[in-house]
């Protein structure tokens, strides 16, 4: 509800004219500045088919696009449909503008614009908010059978994972030379492991992070089982340890 008339605004000290609305016992511009119109999170993460393109919006995979337009189309999908106002006062919400601050990749940053009305005021408002949104790679189960589940190499990154290092790793991972052999890539509190049918691919991947960062390295191999010639199949495990940048 609107408060009850005051002559001055309890934030700002300001006297509010008869004809100026009072929300919260604080003029409009401080009532902007204090409170949130809506809730939107200020980082958002979604699952990206590295493959195929596809979005992972909740349980389904939807839209194949460029890795420069999907991050922003997410982000739509979140603010069309999760959207909520944040105060009791806050009705008729709409997104007027999403505009990138720097060039879409999979590490993003938009300015969006939120219009509303609140009770009381007779004009609709606006409010900006920045929001962070990263693509993780992964792959989509479609694109999962076509390229088949077994891997021959695990390259585990694991110590510093930081913004640099994940826009630096996308670029590795998005390569010609790389991308073809990548069977599916898991990221959790651990670290990131990829999983890759090549191993010139994954030492293309520890060649060009060291190139970047201080990295320990580690190798190790294991026996999974035999080809139908008899002969035994091994699996390569290189440990990628980021230390710090070069």
């Known amino acids: 509800m609107v408060a009850t008339r005051l002559d001055r605004c309890i934030r700002c000290g300001r006297r509010i004219a008869a004809s100026e609305p009072v929300i919260d016992g604080m003029c409009l511009e401080c009532f902007l500045e204090e409170r949130k119109l809506v809730?939107?999170?200020?980082?958002?993460?979604?699952?990206?088919?590295?493959?195929?393109?596809?979005?992972r919006y909740g349980y389904r995979w939807v839209e194949q696009l460029p890795l420069e337009e999907a991050s922003r189309r997410y982000l739509e999908l979140y603010l069309s449909?999760?959207?909520k106002p944040a105060h009791a006062?806050?009705?008729?919400v709409k997104i007027v503008n999403i505009e990138p601050l720097q060039y879409p990749s999979w590490r993003s940053v938009y300015r969006v614009v939120v219009e509303a009305r609140l009770k009381g005021v007779e004009e609709p408002v606006r409010q900006?908010?920045?929001?962070e949104v990263r693509a993780v790679p992964s792959l989509c189960p479609a694109c999962k059978n076509d390229r088949g589940g077994?891997?021959?190499v695990l390259v585990q990154v694991r110590g510093r994972i930081d913004a640099k290092l994940v826009e630096v790793l996308g670029r590795i991972l998005d390569s010609g030379r790389v991308a073809p052999w990548v069977v599916d890539i898991i990221e959790d509190k651990r670290g990131i492991d990829i999983l890759l049918r090549d191993r010139g691919a994954a030492s293309r991947i520890v060649?060009?992070?060291?190139?970047?960062?201080v990295v320990d390295v580690k190798r190790s191999a294991e026996t999974v089982g035999m080809t139908s010639t008899g002969i035994?199949?091994?699996r390569?495990?290189?440990?990628?340890?980021?230390?710090?940048?070069?």
Not at 39 to 55: H, M, N, T, V
Not at 128 to 131: G, I, Q
């Open 39 to 55: 809730e939107i999170p200020g980082r958002l993460d979604f699952e990206y088919c590295r493959s195929c393109g596809a979005i």
């Open 81 to 83: 449909e999760r959207v």
């Open 89 to 92: 006062l806050v009705e008729d």
């Open 128 to 131: 900006e908010y920045v929001v």
């Open 150 to 152: 077994d891997y021959n």
């Open 207 to 213: 060649s060009e992070l060291s190139k970047y960062f």
């Open 232 to 234: 035994e199949r091994r």
């Open 236 to 246: 390569l495990t290189i440990s990628v340890r980021v230390k710090r940048p070069r």
